[in-house]
């Protein structure tokens, strides 16, 4: 599903790929024959998919809503949407920010065109889009309570890099949240690869100086899962 299209774009990351990363020729025509952690890194969906992202039946199917209200945001929150695609959550979340703001955050350009085109379109002003790369957000330093990535972290490219900008960007007692299809079950009719088990988000957040808070089993078919800094 999902948001963003993470790939390579330096020269300059081989190191790090041979260190962290593992380039397979045998892979699942699913991923993109790169694994971390042991984990193969999915196929990104790209702009022209956006309708997906927007369909109706969307709250009835995964309740977005309620991931909305886990957050317990408050007025004068920063979010950061990680992955936004069309910014179908960042909208949701623009009202309840009223003196705060959503940093709708893609690395597809066409994802932040619709961004703009919905924030003039449904008048809201708190919504700032933010052209990232396959490895870096370009989060400032101490500029967000919130990291959410829904349906989109399997996704990323370089899942190390983005994650220790994100750390980088959390304001002292941030959170930082993952929404991911459940990989332990096998009757959730999504691509394997785009799924993923609490252990190996776990692991992979630990990576990055992350510590599982709890998991919110309050989704059809989703893990919602909230992470802190170590302290």
Not at 9 to 34: C, F, M, W
Not at 116 to 122: A, D, I, L, V
Not at 169 to 187: H, I, M, S
Request: hydrophobic letters at 40%; charged letters at 25%; proline letters at 5%.
């Amino acid at each position: 599903m999902i948001c963003g299209c993470w790939l390579l774009n330096s020269q300059n990351l081989v190191a790090d790929t041979i260190t962290v990363y593992e380039q397979r020729e045998t892979h699942s025509p699913d991923g993109i024959g790169k694994y971390y952690m042991g984990r193969e890194i999915a196929r990104f969906m790209s702009h022209t998919g956006a309708g997906w992202l927007e369909r109706p039946r969307r709250e009835a199917e995964e309740q977005p809503s309620k991931i909305i209200s886990a957050l317990n945001l408050q007025p004068d929150d920063v979010v950061a949407d990680i992955g936004a695609g069309t910014g179908y959550l960042s909208f949701r979340i623009a009202p309840i920010l009223t003196k705060g703001q959503v940093l709708a955050v893609d690395i597809q350009p066409e994802m932040l065109e619709i961004i703009k085109f919905f924030r003039q379109e449904k008048n809201i002003h708190n919504v700032e889009t933010v052209l990232a790369t396959a490895t870096d957000t370009k989060l400032p330093p101490n500029s967000i309570d919130v990291a959410l990535m829904v349906d989109a972290y399997h996704e990323f490219a370089y899942p190390q890099e983005i994650m220790q900008g994100i750390v980088k960007a959390l304001k002292p007692g941030g959170r930082v949240v993952l929404v991911e299809y459940r990989g332990e079950n096998p009757f959730i009719m999504i691509k394997r690869l785009h799924k993923m088990t609490q252990k190996q988000v776990r692991k992979e957040m630990q990576a990055v100086g992350l510590v599982w808070q709890e998991t919110k089993n309050i989704l059809p078919q989703q893990h919602l899962m909230i992470f802190t800094q170590v302290k």
